[in-house]
């Protein structure tokens, strides 16, 4: 099998309305030369190609997957570098964009799910429920990446706010 270079850069982005946060973004990609970026609090319910050239360069513009925020909350994007991998498939859930990528330079393919998970507790088992629908859409070759919005321990926590 070749090897095939995988630069993966996940971020919440906090809103990409803001041309200045945008810049920041595609600096961070061109300086890391990213291959794969995952996006989650876009902010943004409407994305196109000239949105993902603006924020992640013209590479991307063509490859891409995008959950729409709700209002002014939420909003996932996964761009793919077009010199390394393409989407063969995509779907969308209420918290979640799923990929399967298939590499350029070999046979190789698999699933990318970005997520960004929702922040009131009572919608926390309905999403982890989602994933679990999702695992069951994807193939063994599956990276689940994102902002979850949960922890397993208070000490995961930055600070002392504990629910």
């Known amino acids: 099998m070749s090897e095939q270079k995988c630069v993966l850069l996940n971020w919440n982005a ?8 945008k810049k920041i ?3 961070l990609v ?3 030369r990213s291959t794969i970026v995952c996006l989650q ?13 603006e924020t992640l360069g013209s590479e991307f513009a063509k490859n891409y997957a995008f ?6 909350r939420g909003g996932v994007l996964v761009g793919v570098h077009e010199d390394y991998y393409h989407i063969v498939s995509s779907f969308t859930t209420t918290n979640a964009v799923s990929v399967k990528l298939q590499a350029t330079t070999s046979n190789v393919s698999w699933w990318l799910t970005a997520v ?3 922040q009131r507790d009572a919608d926390k088992l309905a999403f982890l429920n989602e994933l679990r ?26 600070n002392d706010n504990i629910n």
């Open 41 to 53: 609090e876009t902010k943004v319910s409407i994305c196109d190609g000239l949105l993902v050239n």
């Open 14 to 21: 906090r809103g990409l309305n803001n041309p200045a946060r």
């Open 30 to 32: 061109a300086d890391l």
């Open 116 to 118: 960004y998970g929702p």
């Open 133 to 158: 629908q999702i695992s069951l859409m994807t193939s063994d070759l599956w990276l689940v990446i994102g902002d979850f919005n949960m922890i397993l321990q208070a000490t995961d926590k930055s």
């Open 67 to 72: 959950l729409p925020a709700d209002e002014t």
């Open 25 to 27: 973004v595609r600096d």
